[in-house]
């Protein structure tokens, strides 16, 4: 199949990614100064799409440990809107369409169709199922034969993920129990029809999107990943000055609390 009619090339996070890397590319460089006190290099617009980025790629890596007897597209069109699939499992269980949420070092609550982070409420699970729907459609109308597509919201790595009660039509899970729920699952499909499934799912004309320009992942996962690395830089340098500020603070609380002593002392 030619390379501009699948989506086989397609790697993790490629849109999140794209779009990050072209913002960079018109926004001012940090000064000396910047650098060395831990500004980050990522501007507040593409703070969310860095995290998504992130979540996409934490997902990705995990579902390459899923074995040959499964087949993983990523970032697959839906339709020319924009929607897309972050990932496309497709297994002996099923067809999976997984979407990723990326809340680092937040409590996840889900009741239903609602899911929280904090006080805010997000309709994550609503577009998981939407998607799920539009790639069971999809898939049926080019296969000639109905395939089910199971939605998936996998929260990355949250602290707590509350699951008060699943939504209908779709579940969600944390990244950590991934490999384990897909592993668990009942076997639906043989290997001729996991494989008629692949087939379909990776051609641009199977989820009525025009194919895209033929894009350098290589080039693209290294520009991100050095991006990444000055935002981990970023971190770190935040970290040590915020030591060093508490290090000072706590050194002139004990030397005003050693002068007090000592001046109570010599009354």
Do not use: C
């Not at 369409?97 to 904090?118: R, S």
């Not at 790595?157 to 008060?164: D, G």
């Not at 290090?247 to 050693?258: D, E, H, Q």
């Amino acid at each position: 199949m030619p390379e501009r009619s699948s989506l086989r090339g397609r790697v993790p996070g490629q849109v999140a990614m794209s779009a990050i890397v072209d913002a960079q590319l018109t926004t001012p460089p940090r000064s000396r100064l910047g650098r060395l006190f831990g500004k980050s290099p990522l501007t507040p617009q593409t703070r969310t799409l860095y995290r998504a980025a992130l979540g996409e790629l934490v997902v990705g890596d995990m579902l390459d440990n899923l074995g040959p007897r499964w087949d993983v597209l990523h970032v697959v069109p839906v339709d020319e809107s924009g929607n897309d699939i972050d990932h496309l499992v497709i297994g002996p269980p099923g067809v999976f369409a997984i979407t990723t949420e990326n809340f680092p070092g937040q409590e996840i609550k889900v009741n239903g169709d609602f899911l929280a982070v904090g006080s805010q409420r997000f309709d994550d699970i609503a577009v998981a199922r939407g998607l799920g729907e539009s790639a069971a459609q999809l898939l049926t109308a080019a296969a000639g034969r109905p395939v089910t597509v199971t939605p998936l919201l996998v929260v990355v790595t949250p602290t707590k993920l509350v699951l008060r009660q699943q939504p209908e039509g779709a579940s969600v899970i944390a990244s950590r129990q991934l490999l384990h729920h897909l592993d668990k699952l009942d076997r639906t499909l043989d290997g001729a029809e996991v494989a008629f499934i692949s087939d379909i799912a990776e051609r641009h004309t199977t989820w009525r999107a025009a194919p895209e320009p033929a894009q350098d992942t290589q080039q693209l996962s290294h520009d991100f990943a050095t991006l990444r690395a000055s935002v981990q830089e970023a971190t770190q340098a935040k970290v040590f000055w915020g030591v060093v500020a508490f290090a000072l603070v706590a050194a002139g609380v004990w030397i005003s609390t050693a002068m007090i002593v000592q001046n109570l002392m010599g009354r």
